[in-house]
């Protein structure tokens, strides 16, 4: 029998399984290519995008605004049948809204690529269409890590090897209020590990926050600044009256651009200090070592998982530490990012829970801890 007429019997016969071992069982994007020719799909990825405004279950305040809804474009890449999903979160300070996420999506033509396993150049051409509109790109490959994880029938967090044992528990924000809502919210957070808290206003307001959490509960509190505190003696003051009140971490405790007053802070915090606001890319991490113990990764600040996979090895090869955290988002771009949380030793993964009306179910908060599932991709599925 000539391999043809071999080729033609086992395909008539049905004979998948025989069929594999006629190819190079290591060859994912053949064995693709087989599955595609008997689903008939169109080989042409096609990008689809809606906005959607995210309801706040409450008010949520930091050091500079309010708001009660957050505006969020939800994304979908389609190619051989399959569907990948993505989201772009706009938090006004990021300075992209609903239009401007989807007039660059306008932009995006992917039918020049033959496959969405060509992650790094669809990626690397998405970042040429502008300089800003992380989010937007972030939408994009988020769409695209979740189409490639389904057609390899494989979570990232697998796909690139981490240990779901590793992720750790992940903090729940109490915002900015009053100290009869700040209890009410320290009530509700009772099921988390850490209590994340927003201060950066004023001293008797913070002082005020910390206190009111500790009437209620001992447990570990994570610190986020948002840049509120300007003077460093302060600030320093600030993280040792933290600190007696365990305080495990301070998040953006000054400016952004104020490179050195933030390393003199580290230098002398007794708490880790970690960059957030100045901390977008892989490109910012080199300059900020020295002056934080380690950077915050987004997904929407970064443009999406290919670049926060990157941020993790850069960060980690200069001995920075890491955490992982979230605009308010679906369950769609919290599920992305909790595939890299095993490489962390934080997480601020909470965006999903403070929204009344996700569009997906996907990674779980077991006992306070980020759990992995076993679903394809990003591990969501739609609600
Ligand atoms: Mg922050």
Redesign the pocket.
């Known amino acids: 029998m000539t391999l043809t007429s071999r080729r033609n019997f086992i395909k008539s016969a049905g004979l998948l399984t025989a069929a594999t071992a006629l190819v190079n069982p290591f060859d994912l994007f053949a064995q693709t290519k087989r599955r595609s020719a008997l689903k008939g799909g169109s080989k042409k990825m096609v990008l689809s995008f809606r906005p959607y405004d995210a309801q706040m279950r409450h008010v949520f305040t930091i050091a500079n605004s309010s708001r009660t809804t957050t505006p969020i474009v939800l994304t979908e890449i389609e190619w051989d049948g399959m569907v990948g999903y993505g989201e772009a979160a706009m938090p006004p300070y990021l300075g992209e809204t609903q239009n401007s996420v989807m007039d660059f999506l306008k932009k995006v033509d992917l039918s020049k690529f033959s496959s969405p396993f060509q992650i790094q150049d669809i990626m690397a051409y998405v970042d040429s269409l502008s300089i800003n509109n992380t989010a937007a790109k972030a939408a994009v490959d988020i769409a695209l890590h979740d189409l490639v994880g389904k057609i390899m029938e494989q979570p990232w967090w697998k796909i690139w090897g981490f240990n779901p044992e590793t992720t750790p528990n992940t903090s729940f924000t109490v915002g900015l209020d009053t100290e009869e809502v700040v209890v009410e919210k320290t009530k509700e957070a009772a099921p988390y590990k850490v209590i994340k808290v927003k201060l950066g206003r004023d001293e008797k307001t913070d002082k005020m926050m910390v206190n009111t959490i500790r009437s209620v509960t001992d447990t570990i509190i994570c610190v986020?600044a948002?840049q509120g505190w300007k003077d460093k003696h302060y600030a320093l003051d600030m993280i040792h009256w933290l600190n007696e009140r365990n305080v495990n971490m301070i998040?953006?405790p000054m400016p952004k651009l104020l490179l050195d007053e933030s390393a003199w802070v580290t230098e002398n915090s007794p708490l880790p200090v970690i960059a957030?606001?100045a901390c977008q890319r892989l490109t910012d991490i080199p300059k900020l070592k020295g002056a934080y113990h380690g950077i915050?990764i987004k997904l929407m600040k970064c443009t999406g998982m290919r670049e926060a996979r990157e941020m993790i090895s850069l960060a980690k090869a200069l001995h920075m530490r890491l955490m992982i955290?979230c605009m308010t988002e679906t369950s769609c771009a919290i599920s992305a990012a909790a595939q890299l949380a095993p490489e962390t030793e934080w997480a601020?993964l909470d965006g999903n829970l403070l929204i009344s009306n996700d569009v997906f179910k996907g990674m779980l908060i077991v006992d306070g801890k980020i759990t992995l599932n076993e679903l394809p991709g990003i591990g969501i599925a739609k609600l």
């Open positions: 986020d948002n998040e953006q957030d606001e915050n955290g601020d």
